[in-house]
């Protein structure tokens, strides 16, 4: 099986990476979500409904819609929090998250993870001078975060490798059956980061900046 990758790449203020992180990844498991299977037979089953939730952001011109489950979102923001804590004020990193299913092994083998579909975002930190920096960069950050949800959406929406429809008794090989409300895909979240930002990407976002005050 060929794994997908796709690569996202943000470039934001400390106070920022929490909701640009939360948006792009909620924005993903939105579209790689079902509702609850509910089996009637082996072979039969009906799928619940996913709610959605419009959420606006704090320090970005933003809104984005996330599933409406207070567990998948805690646990999202868990793993952004820990990214965002370890990165540097200057610094970059890249998030990852990872679907994949499961294979079952022979004993006394464990299963096999298989990833079919990889996301990986790259952060790269700003340092701004003052409040009308940031102002700019607020809505700056928006626009881009606006033409990526456009980007995540147009990728999902291609009729590629989805592992197929799972019977009972093997649904925990391809979904998270651990939640009450919603049902993901078998993901995972990982993170790694990198101490010096290159100077090109803090460059870049500078003068953006400082030709949109120049206007």
Not at 70 to 91: T, Y
Not at 161 to 184: C, H, R
């Amino acid at each position: 099986m060929n794994c997908r990758s796709e690569v996202l790449e943000v470039t934001v203020e400390a106070r920022q990476v929490e909701e640009a992180m939360l948006a792009l990844l909620h924005t993903i498991l939105l579209h790689r979500s079902t509702g609850k299977f509910h089996y009637k037979k082996e072979g039969t089953y009906s799928i619940g409904t996913v709610g959605t939730q419009d959420i606006d952001c704090d320090f970005i011109d933003f809104t984005f819609v996330r599933v409406s489950s207070e567990e998948l979102d805690r646990v999202i923001r868990k793993a952004v929090s820990e990214f965002k804590d370890a990165l540097s004020s200057d610094g970059m990193g890249q998030i990852s998250l990872e679907f994949y299913q499961k294979k079952k092994s022979r004993w006394p083998f464990s299963d096999e993870c298989i990833p079919w579909e990889v996301w990986s975002i790259k952060v790269n930190m700003v340092n701004l001078a003052n409040e009308q920096e940031r102002q700019i960069c607020r809505e700056k950050v928006g626009e881009k975060l606006g033409d990526k949800v456009i980007n995540v959406v147009e990728v999902i929406n291609r009729h590629e490798y989805l592992p197929k429809m799972p019977t009972q008794s093997e649904v925990d090989n391809v979904f998270d059956t651990s939640l009450k409300d919603v049902q993901p895909y078998l993901y995972k979240i990982t993170y790694q980061i990198t101490d010096s930002l290159g100077t090109s990407v803090s460059t870049t976002m500078r003068r953006l900046i400082k030709d949109t005050l120049a206007l």
